[in-house]
């Protein structure tokens, strides 16, 4: 069994959700950039929710169960880390603002318009609706805001271990609240992610929460079942390790749903998600891509499938202090063949079960800054051996090629427990045989990889998947500042350009003149290479017949679900 | 005596229990290096994010003192004044000495309370085995040594050895795929593929006995293989003796013979056996749990194990550790309790 483990879960949680995410999780920028360049992408923002929910034969009453490979962990949004709890969290808690699927625009929740920045590029005014309640009656106000965000970094809280402590001691400089219904934020210099990170987060009743020491807070039962929420549902039991179970809000702002009760069932893996859907024990679930096919012709079933925001690629060790291999990557000649021997579509077709798309740039196409930048690789494995030839790398007796004595052959490793991974990694080693590489691949406990790519860097190449965020701020994965420590620029890649074009984005609000900047980087990083991107995989979901506006995409795979109060089932039961 | 005995027996077990402990917290620590447990490959991730989240966990503080730290070891040191020789520690807590096992450090749930509730659901599995062990593989037993030579006794060999052979996943995966799957494909009454309730409709006895069904058939494979085996040749040997023949000779009918003489003194041996199931009744089912979502310790030590959840692994495997112990001792006891020729030692 290889897809209960938590190193596919972590893979779940990558190739569904990053947890930055939940903060930043979905807009942001776009839709307050959209008001400042005015014109169509005001429509768009104004537009909102492109995905259609039809509710004229909605039939009240009955429940759903939804199947997920790992249970909840902490649903408090402060807390929140991975999928699951989302899923669960963001139907038990409103937030300040929703994404829409599809677009990725954001929309307003719990405020009234998704702000913009104010003419001193710090401060941003968010107004809440009128008559919105928690589920106990009491009234959601500007003081519930800026307790959560207290919580969160203000000193007097440190016990509180929220994750998002570091990063809002950094760009937050001051949360107030101007009267009952207006919050005001103020960064301590201009931010461009700031809205998508922080003003997209869902809100804690501070008079619930308030009568618990700071410490407490951290070990307290309501963050695994809350009692008074301002979500679609209300948590009614948590049976450990089997499921979750909520009951329909009828104190909801949008109004009751559809549904009388949710069940999140634990399942221990994508493949018997597929079983449970066969079976109707469950009736949404994302299953096991190997199972895709033979779920095409089940009874009473639908399929549903989306790129989502994420992509695989492979990240070569370009750092000469760590390993001898840098002396081939380092080569950009070298760079560019291996990924022009690369056949992505048959890649895509094959391993992914026909579930991915080739990639063409270093950010997925579900992303608003994508462009197809001019340099591309199209597959040519003659052109690939012609290049090689060019460079210097002559080809031995054994085939294999090698300069200045340094011989093409290193080691590939990607995670254990990922079955695409693993044999993405064995595909890749035969293409680039064909070109006189000799690749070994070892597939690696997700930890282990984890600490080899983010702090001692000693690896020779890495398959790995990225999920990305709403935001497209990159820093982490291109900057020389982000290497070893934690951070995810592995290769070392240094270019002194890149991390201009990285700093200067971060700080420009306007949404044209940002794209403009990410644009140019997708240019220079199809140039070099440092980890070029294989594929962009697709989501996939299975959906009972008798579930309807189960309205999943890109951007609403787990969380967060403005939909979820138009989803109602035939049969009412 | 006997209390002597139970005495005896328990203090030995301690440097046991510790020594487990110690082991399993050097493997996970040596295996995992600088990872931080609940970490993913966040692109917005910076690296004082990670500091922080180490420090939090409390992982940047010295081995020696983590263990201490957990074992509640440290907050008596600070409490009788050899606090200083803590150095780098932080957040030092009472740990075990106020029964709390610490809290996961990949979603933050008390340690005990995931461990205490799935610890019903492991053992509601592993007793329903081998209560269908032993119901099954005594008349198979029995069957197979009367008709020693047979072509029964034959054909129970062979599911003897099937039983040992066939792995559990295998066997789990082929009855979920005709039992569940294909039952329903064909719109039969089937039985459920995993879990242990159907969540709105279920809870009820039936449909818990129609989740438990699959998986303990599974489990209790290779205990009847063993048993019937087992229960075969002691019986062979009982019938072989004088007292049977005595019986017979007397005009007693066959059937009393078997099950009223026979197997008493036969089932003897299977009694020490199942006995020694006592111990992995925590641990024995892990592969049944994954393979039917069964949401016992087993399947949550394997999957926090794999994520590096270190306070939650070292607090099952604590535990596990000193049920094993406790179930070795109630074997030996209930052993020498039904067997008089035995005397503990």
Same mark, same amino acid.
């Given at each position: 069994m290889?897809?209960?483990?938590?190193?596919?879960?972590?893979?779940?949680?990558?190739?569904?959700?990053?947890?930055?995410?939940?903060?930043?999780?979905?807009?942001?920028?776009?839709?307050?950039?959209?008001?400042?360049?005015?014109?169509?992408?005001?429509?768009?923002?104004?537009?909102?929710?492109?995905?259609?929910?039809?509710?004229?034969?909605?039939?009240?009453?009955?429940?759903?169960?939804?199947?997920?490979?790992?249970?909840?962990?902490?649903?408090?949004?402060?807390?929140?880390?991975?999928?699951?709890?989302?899923?669960?969290?963001?139907?038990?808690?409103?937030?300040?603002?929703?994404?829409?699927a599809?677009?990725?625009?954001?929309?307003?929740d719990?405020?009234?318009?998704?702000?913009?920045?104010?003419?001193?590029?710090?401060?941003?005014?968010?107004?809440?609706?009128?008559?919105?309640?928690?589920?106990?009656?009491?009234?959601?106000?500007?003081?519930?805001v800026?307790?959560t965000?207290?919580?969160?970094?203000?000193?007097?809280y440190?016990?509180?271990?929220?994750?998002?402590?570091?990063?809002?001691?950094?760009?937050?400089?001051?949360?107030? =609240?101007?009267d009952? $219904? *207006?919050?005001?934020?103020?960064?301590?210099? /201009?931010?461009?992610?700031?809205?998508? @990170?922080?003003? +997209?987060?869902?809100i804690?009743?501070?008079?619930?929460?308030?009568?618990?020491?700071p410490?407490?807070?951290?070990?307290?039962?309501?963050?695994?079942?809350?009692?008074?929420?301002?979500?679609?549902?209300?948590?009614?039991?948590?049976?450990?390790?089997?499921q979750?179970?909520?009951?329909r809000?009828?104190?909801?702002?949008?109004?009751?749903?559809?549904?009388?009760?949710?069940?999140?069932?634990?399942?221990?893996?994508?493949?018997?998600v =597929?079983?449970?859907? $066969? *079976?109707?024990?469950?009736?949404?679930?994302? /299953?096991?891509l190997?199972?895709?096919? @033979?779920?095409? +012709?089940?009874?009473?079933l639908?399929?549903?499938?989306?790129?989502?925001?994420?992509?695989?690629?492979?990240?070569?060790?370009?750092?000469?202090?760590?390993?001898?291999?840098a002396?081939?990557?380092?080569?950009?000649?070298?760079?560019?063949?291996?990924?022009?021997a690369?056949?992505?579509?048959?890649?895509?077709?094959?391993?992914?079960?026909?579930?991915?798309?080739?990639?063409?740039?270093?950010?997925?196409?579900?992303?608003w800054?994508?462009?197809?930048?001019?340099?591309?690789?199209?597959?040519?494995?003659?052109?690939?051996?012609?290049?090689?030839d060019?460079?210097?790398?002559?080809?031995?007796a054994?085939g294999?090629?090698?300069k200045?004595?340094?011989?093409?052959?290193?080691?590939?490793?990607t995670?254990?427990?990922?079955?695409?991974?693993?044999?993405?990694?064995?595909?890749?080693?035969?293409q680039?045989?064909?070109?006189?590489a000799?690749?070994?691949?070892?597939?690696?406990?997700?930890?282990?990889?984890?600490t080899?790519?983010?702090?001692?860097?000693?690896?020779?190449?890495?398959?790995?998947?990225?999920?990305?965020?709403?935001?497209?701020?990159?820093?982490?994965?291109?900057s020389?500042?982000?290497?070893?420590?934690?951070?995810?620029?592995?290769?070392?890649?240094?270019?002194?350009?890149?991390?201009?074009?990285?700093d200067?984005?971060v700080?420009?609000?306007?949404?044209?003149k940002?794209?403009?900047?990410?644009?140019?980087?997708?240019?220079?990083?199809?140039?070099?290479l440092?980890?070029?991107?294989?594929?962009?995989?697709?989501?996939?979901?299975g959906?009972?017949?008798?579930?309807?506006?189960?309205?999943v995409?890109?951007?609403?795979?787990?969380?967060?679900?403005?939909?979820?109060?138009?989803?109602?089932?035939?049969?009412?039961? | 005596?006997?209390?002597?005995?139970?005495?005896?027996?328990?203090?030995?077990?301690?440097?046991?229990?510790?020594?487990?402990?110690?082991?399993?917290f050097?493997?996970?620590?040596?295996?995992?290096?600088?990872?931080?447990?609940?970490?993913?490959?966040?692109?917005?991730?910076?690296?004082?994010?990670?500091?922080?989240?180490?420090?939090?966990?409390?992982?940047?503080?010295p081995?020696?003192?983590?263990?201490?730290?957990?074992?509640?070891?440290?907050?008596?040191?600070?409490?009788?004044?050899?606090?200083g020789?803590?150095?780098?520690a932080h957040?030092?807590?009472?740990?075990?000495?106020?029964?709390?096992?610490?809290?996961?450090?990949?979603?933050?749930?008390?340690?005990?309370?995931?461990?205490?509730?799935?610890?019903?659901?492991?053992?509601?599995?592993?007793?329903?085995?081998?209560?269908?062990?032993?119901?099954?593989?005594?008349?198979?037993?029995?069957?197979?040594?009367?008709?020693?030579?047979?072509r029964?006794?034959?054909?129970?060999t062979?599911?003897?050895?099937?039983?040992?052979?066939?792995?559990?996943?295998?066997?789990?995966?082929?009855?979920?795929?005709?039992?569940?799957?294909?039952?329903?494909?064909?719109?039969?009454?089937?039985?459920?593929?995993?879990?242990?309730?159907?969540?709105?409709?279920?809870?009820?006895?039936?449909?818990?006995?129609?989740?438990?069904?699959?998986?303990?058939?599974?489990?209790?494979?290779?205990?009847?293989?063993?048993?019937?085996?087992?229960?075969?040749?002691?019986?062979?040997?009982?019938?072989?003796?004088?007292?049977?023949r005595?019986?017979?000779?007397?005009?007693?009918?066959?059937?009393?013979?078997?099950?009223?003489?026979?197997?008493?003194?036969a089932?003897?041996?299977?009694?020490?056996?199942?006995?020694?199931?006592?111990?992995?009744?925590?641990?024995?089912?892990?592969?049944?749990?994954?393979?039917f979502?069964?949401?016992?310790?087993?399947?949550?030590?394997y999957?926090?194990?794999?994520?590096y959840?270190?306070?939650?692994?070292?607090?099952?495997?604590?535990?596990?550790?000193?049920?094993?112990?406790?179930?070795?001792?109630?074997?030996?006891?209930?052993?020498?309790?039904?067997?008089?020729?035995?005397?503990?030692?």
């Amino acid at each position: 069994m290889s897809k209960n483990d938590p190193d596919s879960q972590f893979d779940r949680f990558l190739d569904e959700w990053s947890r930055r995410d939940f903060l930043r999780g979905m807009g942001g920028a776009l839709a307050f950039s959209a008001f400042l360049a005015g014109g169509v992408e005001l429509l768009e923002a104004c537009g909102g929710n492109s995905t259609q929910s039809n509710t004229q034969n909605a039939v009240r009453g009955g429940h759903i169960v939804e199947g997920v490979i790992s249970d909840i962990g902490n649903v408090n949004p402060i807390f929140i880390n991975d999928t699951a709890s989302a899923t669960v969290g963001y139907l038990a808690y409103a937030r300040m603002l929703t994404v829409d699927a599809n677009t990725g625009n954001l929309m307003p929740d719990l405020a009234t318009a998704v702000p913009k920045v104010d003419s001193d590029q710090v401060s941003y005014k968010v107004t809440l609706k009128d008559n919105i309640k928690w589920s106990d009656g009491q009234p959601i106000t500007a003081d519930d805001v800026v307790y959560t965000f207290q919580l969160m970094y203000d000193p007097q809280y440190k016990a509180v271990t929220s994750r998002y402590r570091s990063q809002l001691e950094q760009h937050l400089a001051s949360v107030t =609240a101007v009267d009952q $219904k *207006t919050v005001v934020f103020k960064t301590k210099g /201009p931010y461009a992610p700031f809205i998508i @990170s922080f003003i +997209n987060f869902a809100i804690l009743p501070k008079h619930v929460w308030s009568t618990l020491q700071p410490a407490a807070i951290n070990s307290s039962p309501m963050n695994q079942v809350p009692t008074v929420v301002s979500g679609a549902m209300i948590p009614v039991k948590w049976d450990k390790g089997t499921q979750y179970q909520m009951k329909r809000n009828d104190l909801y702002y949008k109004g009751k749903t559809y549904l009388d009760s949710y069940y999140f069932k634990v399942v221990a893996d994508a493949v018997q998600v =597929a079983n449970q859907l $066969k *079976t109707g024990e469950i009736d949404v679930g994302s /299953p096991d891509l190997s199972q895709w096919d @033979s779920l095409a +012709n089940v009874q009473n079933l639908d399929r549903r499938s989306y790129v989502a925001p994420s992509f695989d690629y492979y990240i070569q060790n370009l750092d000469p202090a760590k390993t001898p291999k840098a002396a081939i990557f380092g080569d950009p000649q070298v760079r560019k063949a291996l990924l022009t021997a690369l056949d992505r579509k048959a890649v895509a077709q094959r391993v992914y079960f026909g579930l991915a798309a080739p990639a063409d740039s270093s950010v997925s196409g579900a992303q608003w800054v994508h462009t197809t930048p001019k340099t591309q690789y199209p597959f040519n494995l003659a052109k690939a051996n012609q290049m090689l030839d060019a460079a210097g790398w002559t080809k031995g007796a054994d085939g294999i090629r090698a300069k200045n004595g340094v011989r093409m052959e290193w080691e590939l490793r990607t995670n254990t427990g990922n079955k695409v991974r693993e044999t993405l990694i064995t595909v890749l080693a035969d293409q680039w045989k064909q070109i006189g590489a000799n690749v070994t691949t070892n597939p690696v406990q997700f930890p282990q990889l984890v600490t080899q790519l983010s702090q001692t860097r000693e690896f020779e190449m890495i398959l790995l998947g990225i999920s990305e965020g709403l935001d497209p701020d990159t820093t982490q994965l291109w900057s020389s500042k982000s290497i070893g420590g934690g951070a995810l620029n592995g290769a070392a890649y240094k270019n002194p350009k890149v991390d201009d074009l990285l700093d200067q984005a971060v700080v420009t609000l306007d949404r044209e003149k940002r794209k403009g900047l990410y644009q140019q980087l997708q240019e220079i990083l199809m140039e070099d290479l440092p980890a070029p991107l294989i594929t962009y995989p697709k989501a996939v979901w299975g959906i009972s017949k008798r579930v309807k506006n189960w309205n999943v995409g890109p951007w609403n795979g787990a969380s967060p679900r403005p939909w979820f109060n138009t989803v109602y089932v035939t049969d009412g039961k | 005596m006997l209390a002597k005995f139970i005495v005896r027996r328990a203090l030995a077990a301690i440097p046991v229990v510790v020594g487990v402990t110690v082991i399993t917290f050097v493997l996970m620590h040596s295996t995992a290096g600088a990872y931080v447990p609940g970490l993913s490959l966040n692109p917005n991730l910076t690296a004082q994010e990670v500091q922080l989240l180490r420090s939090q966990l409390g992982l940047d503080q010295p081995l020696w003192i983590q263990y201490l730290n957990w074992t509640g070891v440290a907050w008596l040191m600070q409490h009788v004044g050899l606090g200083g020789v803590l150095i780098g520690a932080h957040d030092i807590t009472p740990g075990i000495l106020e029964g709390s096992f610490g809290q996961s450090m990949v979603d933050g749930t008390a340690v005990t309370s995931q461990v205490f509730d799935r610890l019903p659901n492991t053992i509601l599995l592993t007793v329903t085995a081998i209560l269908i062990g032993i119901v099954l593989s005594i008349p198979l037993g029995v069957i197979a040594a009367v008709r020693r030579g047979t072509r029964t006794d034959h054909l129970l060999t062979g599911v003897s050895v099937a039983g040992v052979a066939v792995p559990q996943f295998w066997l789990g995966l082929l009855l979920i795929l005709v039992f569940s799957v294909q039952l329903h494909a064909w719109g039969l009454p089937f039985l459920p593929s995993g879990g242990v309730i159907t969540p709105f409709t279920g809870g009820d006895l039936i449909d818990r006995l129609a989740h438990l069904l699959m998986p303990a058939t599974v489990l209790s494979f290779v205990y009847l293989a063993i048993w019937s085996r087992f229960t075969r040749s002691s019986m062979v040997e009982v019938l072989s003796q004088d007292y049977i023949r005595t019986a017979r000779a007397k005009g007693m009918g066959d059937r009393r013979v078997r099950y009223v003489h026979a197997l008493r003194n036969a089932i003897i041996p299977l009694v020490t056996l199942v006995g020694l199931e006592l111990p992995g009744l925590v641990s024995g089912g892990l592969v049944v749990e994954v393979v039917f979502s069964w949401p016992g310790i087993g399947l949550l030590a394997y999957q926090r194990a794999l994520a590096y959840d270190y306070t939650m692994v070292l607090g099952i495997v604590t535990l596990a550790s000193i049920l094993v112990v406790a179930g070795n001792l109630v074997a030996d006891v209930m052993y020498a309790a039904l067997d008089p020729r035995i005397r503990l030692a």
